[in-house]
């Protein structure tokens, strides 16, 4: 009976084992490490999350505010870096197909040659290698690896891309548009130029100008929106704050509220103590400077600045560096990579803010904090209440803190809580059928909305538009009277053989390009100038002001440095593209060849793992 049962027991484990399997409890295989396939190359779920990681790093340093996956997702951000990877994969295919490989010597030069994995002194550090590959989350092996397919990578793009290059015509065409000049004088006129009689517009002058210029006052297709918000700033006064956690968040910004005295300074090492003292000596007697020291060594100013430091940063060298003026060399002293000249560029003082001068800071901040929480933690009620019938209006009456609010959104509405990108685009998707859920603001705050109707463009009422009818009424009667003036400078011009009368303000331009801006007049001043012949006389004008221009003189590009510079980076950039596009040719068909198969499973395995 006791073998029996033992023999049932691992029966029943061994099934346990399979199911478990079965549903990916357990990894047998290994292969749900692969998230997509190339031909025979392949992308890992670890290269997928740590190429997702650093572009949703990325993303929020530039945005400075937290970026969650849905954002990233909505934004298409992991499609772009699956895209990538997978791009990636398809060469290293294509690589291995072609038996094309980078040996460790060019390997060896390409990891030696990154900055950051160099000393102060310039040379490659172990130390600084490791540290850095730590931080990224790497291994040695991992890095070369990676480092190995990139350089081969780059060769194979350089042996697609090599040599092409662009007709000399087509930038030799592009240099003489884009240098090309004119010479032409203009008269200009404005609203002070007209004269007319200060004479208010009748009611029925106004609403023929309304009707005639209706398409004005139309009003744009509108969503009649109702919405309720819930914001921390409404429930800071219900959340505790107390004194411990005050301290604490004291205490963990120390470094923000406690700022140390700091110094800016530059640290020159020397491959030896005699070296260094030669040096020291140079400088006292004036027979050198500091930066020719630093040349010799074959460095820059920026190779050895050290930013702003504190006194316990530069160990056995602190108390001499910071006993020293602004500008003064101090050495030879230690430092980690040997002994050292530092010089003393800057001097920050230190700033102690006290717990009794943060606490209304910390309190607010702190108070926030937990606001946020408490919405997050009323947030699955609040939709639970919605999705069982509950409407807005209700829970504005039931939910302490809770606002109710109605608007007329239109794509140009960006007023109180639609200046929010995310209430915007919800706005913006909301239709008549849908049910108020649940969705977040940037700032932690709670809403949901309804759209009540829709309404179509339809034209302003004129009592509502009377303001702007009649100042468009006016601008329009000056507009008219400032083109019949021009028309008549313009006659006047022609008929005395392109002279402007002499009563005429004219100014006067030479070898202007197309580029060239003008204050106070027409934006396409330029452009129609560029179309004109020599000699004839065109009226110009729109919002910015009416000119009376007349072309007088056409000219080459100016042959100088600045427009052979322009010719040189319009033939780079033009080789560039024809590059790019050559390699991306390549690629789609490299990608094409390769069949890329993509494990979505994987994919959104990675996914949860940012929830």
């Known amino acids: 009976m006791k073998n029996l049962s033992k023999t049932f027991v691992w029966i029943l484990m061994g099934l346990l084992f399979v199911g478990l399997a079965g549903f990916g409890a357990i990894n047998v295989s290994g292969t749900t490490r692969t998230l ?45 870096v699956l895209s990538g990877l997978v791009a990636s994969a398809a060469l290293d295919n294509e690589l291995g197909e072609l038996g094309l ?25 172990r130390d600084n290698y490791r540290f850095a590959l730590d931080n990224a989350g790497l291994s040695e092996a991992d890095f070369e690896e990676d480092m190995r397919s990139e350089t081969a990578r780059t060769l194979l793009q350089g042996a697609i891309t090599g040599g092409t290059r662009m007709p000399a015509v087509l930038g030799e065409t592009l240099t003489d548009y884009i240098g090309a000049r004119r010479s032409f004088a203009y008269v200009r006129l404005s609203e002070n130029d007209v004269i007319l009689t200060a004479v208010e517009p009748t009611e029925d002058e106004l609403k023929t ?12 297709e509108t969503k009649v929106i109702t919405y309720v918000a819930l914001r921390p700033d409404a429930l800071v006064d219900e959340v505790e704050v107390d004194e411990t956690a005050l301290r604490a968040l004291y205490e963990e910004r120390d470094a923000e ?21 030669t040096a020291k000596a ?80 910390l309190r607010e901040e702190l108070a926030l904090d937990r606001a946020r929480r408490v919405i997050e933690t009323r947030s699955e009620g609040i939709d639970d209440a919605l999705a069982g019938g509950a409407t807005l209006e209700e829970l504005a009456n039931e939910e302490n803190g809770m606002v109710l609010g109605q608007l007329d959104w239109t794509a140009d509405t960006t007023d109180d809580i639609a200046a929010y990108d995310t209430f915007r685009n919800a706005a913006e998707a909301v239709t008549v059928e849908d049910f108020p859920a649940v969705d977040y603001l940037e700032d932690g705050s709670l809403f949901a909305l309804r759209l009540d109707e829709v309404l179509a463009p339809r034209p302003q009422p004129f009592e509502d538009a009377r303001t702007a009818v009649t100042e468009a009424f006016k601008g329009d009667r000056i507009a008219k009277a400032l083109a019949e003036q021009a028309d008549q400078i313009k006659a006047a011009t022609e008929a005395n053989d392109g002279q402007f009368p002499e009563d005429s303000e004219v100014v006067e331009q030479t070898g202007l390009t197309r580029t060239a801006y003008l204050d106070q007049t027409p934006v396409d001043l330029l452009n129609q100038v560029f179309e004109m012949e020599v000699g004839e006389v065109r009226v110009v004008s729109d919002a910015e002001g009416t000119v009376v221009v007349r072309l007088d ?49 994987a994919v959104n395995s990675v996914h949860a793992t940012f929830q």
């Open 282 to 361: 140079q400088l006292d007697v004036g027979g050198t400077t500091f930066e020719t020291l630093v040349e010799e060594r074959e460095l820059t100013l920026s190779d050895i600045d050290m930013g702003d430091v504190a006194i316990d940063t530069l160990g056995a060298a602190g108390d001499a560096v910071f006993a020293a003026e602004v500008g003064d060399v101090v050495g030879p002293l230690p430092s980690e990579f040997g002994p050292a000249l530092y010089r003393v560029n800057g001097v920050l003082e230190a700033n102690f803010t006290s717990f009794e001068d943060a606490l209304p800071t």
């Open 209 to 220: 100008f309304y009707e005639t210029h209706i398409e004005d006052f139309t009003l744009p």
């Open 553 to 601: 003189e056409t000219l080459p590009p100016d042959d100088g440095n600045d427009m052979q510079f322009l010719t040189q980076a319009l033939n780079e950039q033009l080789n560039q593209s024809l590059s790019n596009e050559i390699f991306q040719i390549y690629l789609q068909a490299v990608q094409s060849r390769a069949r890329p198969q993509v494990n979505q499973q």
């Open 101 to 125: 490989s980078v040996g460790d010597e060019v390997l060896l030069k390409e990891i030696t040659q990154i900055s950051a994995f160099q000393g102060s002194d310039g040379s490659f550090s």
């Open 257 to 277: 509220f406690n700022v140390p005295e700091r110094r800016l300074v530059e640290q020159l090492v020397f491959p030896n103590e005699d070296a260094a003292a």
């Open 36 to 80: 997509a396939t190339v031909g025979d190359a392949t992308v890992s779920v670890d290269d997928y999350a740590r190429a997702l990681q650093q572009e949703q790093r990325a993303i929020q340093a530039q945005s400075g505010r937290s970026i969650p996956l849905s954002q990233l997702i909505s934004m298409g951000v992991d499609r772009g």
